[in-house]
């Protein structure tokens, strides 16, 4: 895939994603379409696809939401690993090798470069990370980070 094909297909994305979510208020129901189309449209590259959300009981800590891939970890405390570091700074963390990563969390040990997106409420605090793993080293960039985060900015308002 091209990254101009790659481009036009998140903004397709985009609006499917939004137009099947709009007016829905469960969170889980937002979070878990969103996992399946955007694992639908780049797979096998997209090996894991999912969300970590933050535990309402216990704000500096994710714990893990929907998803499409093998097992995820349960739970992630703000500042550890790939998905950790992106709920303490609220940064994307762009990844293309976990391995040299540190503190990154193995749970599965075929993937091998990541990409972490903040996910925000409309006033601003943090609900959740999308979490995306690739087995390929580098297989994420600039293009995924711009598609992705057009989806995580509009997610939960719309
Ligand atoms: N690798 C992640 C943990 C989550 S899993 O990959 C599903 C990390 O270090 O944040």
């Known amino acids: 895939m091209t990254s101009d094909t790659r481009a036009e297909t998140y903004d397709r994305l985009r609006e499917e994603i939004f ?3 709009s007016g829905e208020t469960y969170l889980p129901a937002r979070l878990a379409t969103t996992a399946c ?5 780049f797979s096998p590259r997209f090996f894991w696809t999912g969300f970590y959300v933050v535990d309402p009981d216990k704000p500096e800590e994710l714990v893990v939401g929907p998803y499409v891939g093998t097992l995820g970890c349960l739970r992630i405390p ?8 992106c709920a303490a700074s609220g940064e994307p963390q762009l990844v293309e090798d976990v391995h040299a990563f540190p503190g990154h969390i193995a749970c599965d040990s075929r993937s091998n470069s990541e990409i972490v997106l903040p996910v925000r409420w409309p006033d601003g605090r943090l609900a959740a990370v999308l ?11 600039t293009v995924d980070q711009a598609g ?11």
């Open 19 to 21: 137009s099947v979510v």
């Open 37 to 41: 189309l955007l694992s639908e449209a």
């Open 78 to 85: 703000f500042g550890k690993g790939v998905c950790g570091a």
């Open 131 to 141: 979490d995306v793993d690739s087995t390929d080293y580098a297989a994420f960039d």
């Open 148 to 158: 992705l985060e057009a989806i995580c900015d509009q997610l939960l308002s719309v």
